[in-house]
């Protein structure tokens, strides 16, 4: 489960980019498409993680963000 995460600028680390060493330090150096989103929800706090995490468990499931009679 990610964590609100505080990521710093990239520039005040010496340039390199904090998603990149987190993914590193969690050692997914096959990171997917889904698995970066989910790591740069983490720098929006428990809400951008929820959020994200409920839009990839939808499109897995294949359901839509839509609501109504017509939508599944």
């Known amino acids: ?3 609100p995460l505080e990521l710093p600028n990239a520039d005040l680390v010496h340039g390199s980019d904090p998603v ?3 993914l590193a330090e969690l050692g ?5 498409q889904e698995h970066i989103r989910l790591v740069k929800a983490a720098s929006h706090g428990a809400e951008g993680v929820r ?6 468990m939808n499109e897995g499931a294949g359901w839509t963000d839509m609501v109504g ?3 599944g």
């Open 69 to 71: 009679e017509d939508h």
């Open 51 to 56: 959020e994200a995490l409920r839009r990839y």
């Open 20 to 22: 990149n060493e987190v």
């Open 1 to 3: 489960m990610l964590l």
């Open 28 to 32: 997914l150096s096959r990171a997917t």
